[in-house]
């Protein structure tokens, strides 16, 4: 795969500079180094992904003897958003970052595999498919001076709307937020008007009218607290999308080997956290709609479920096209062991 030229550097102000602060001993034996990284992320602090990452900045300061201390910024609060992760932490304009994979498709096809629509069936398949082309995600990262920590898988994507959504009639016209190509492409063929926003437009876009659904979880939902704008959540079981959280490399390579060995350990405890951890989240996010007076629709019309799963054939087949064998040998693996 070809690495991706940098960005030009979008450093801020607030962005705390790397500090390596080893001292020698007379006798010739060093301290370990220690080290101050910022760590980027554009939901709010209560979402599953932000908790996800609070487990792993505790793991890190637990396993490095707070030799390595990391300072989560939520909310896009460094100004980035996930369209600008990939580039900022190649560039090292920020540390480290969790990123939805598929505004990643920009770099490479292969970030839009976990939100390709009604692929997986659970979070067992997803979890599965992630496993299978982990190798894959890796290699890209490493083409671009980065380090693949771990994933954050999202509870199922539904739809969000002002007005019950039940058959395809409904779905004409719709003015639909979506979070990558895929959806967009699907929610096209359908007859909708999808408009692709990162999540920090979203309720602006809802206020105004701009949008009058939106496409994705009831967990991203309730965090964004969309009852005051929409009516229904639909179950339509869309896609189990990743969020992946990367690393910038030079950053990595200066660490000891065994603070190395300590990052990778504490990403390979949150990877295994965060997995279990979205099994019991959409259970918990329908009470938190019931307790806002939205309607979940679960299971949905399966009128519903069919048109919008006929409309993703062509998504699945174009995506396969433009990754060519790696995707083919993703999918086979995939679907052999189903």
């Known amino acids: 795969m070809t690495a991706i030229t940098p960005y030009s550097r979008r450093r801020t102000a607030g962005k705390s500079l790397l500090t390596a602060l080893g001292l020698a001993l007379a006798s010739g ?9 910022d760590f980027s992320n554009e939901y709010n602090a209560s979402s599953i992904h932000a908790q996800g990452d609070a487990y792993f900045i505790d793991k890190v300061n637990e396993l490095t003897d707070g030799d390595i201390s990391i300072t989560l910024h939520t909310g896009g609060a460094l100004g980035f958003n996930s369209g600008d992760h990939f580039y900022a932490v190649a560039d090292g304009a920020v540390d480290i970052a969790d990123t939805l994979s598929g505004t990643m498709s920009g770099v490479d096809s292969i970030f839009l595999l976990s939100s390709l629509p009604f692929l997986v069936n659970d979070i067992e398949d997803a979890r599965q ?11 890209v ?8 920590l771990y994933a954050s898988p999202w509870p199922p994507s539904g739809i969000w709307s002002k007005d019950d959504i039940q058959s395809a009639d409904d779905l004409q016209n719709l003015k639909i937020r979506t979070f990558d190509r895929s959806g967009t492409e ?16 979203v309720v602006p876009q809802l206020a105004t009218g701009g949008i009058s659904a939106v496409l994705t979880s009831a967990e991203a939902g309730a965090n964004g607290s969309f009852w005051e704008h929409q009516n229904y959540f639909s179950a339509v079981q869309y896609a189990i999308p990743l969020n992946m959280v990367h690393m910038n490399k030079a950053v990595f390579d200066s660490f000891s080997e065994e603070q190395q060995q300590a990052v990778l350990e504490a990403a390979r405890l949150t990877d295994q956290h965060n997995w279990a951890a979205v099994e019991t989240r959409t259970e918990e996010n329908y009470q938190t709609l ?6 979940v629709n679960d299971p949905v019309a399966q009128a519903l479920t069919d048109v919008l799963s006929e409309a993703s054939t062509s998504v699945v087949e174009n995506w396969v096209e433009s990754t060519g064998e790696t995707g083919e040998t993703i999918l086979d693996e995939f679907r052999s062991q189903q």
Do not use: C, H, M
């Open 290 to 295: 019931a307790d806002n007076d939205v309607v």
């Open 141 to 148: 990262f490493a083409d671009n001076d980065q380090v693949l």
């Open 186 to 201: 699907t929610f096209r063929n359908v007859g909708a008007a999808p408009v692709s926003l990162s999540w920090g437009d």
């Open 129 to 139: 498919l992630y496993d299978i082309a982990k190798p894959y995600y890796e290699e």
């Open 29 to 37: 034996q060093a301290y370990a180094q220690s080290f101050s990284l």
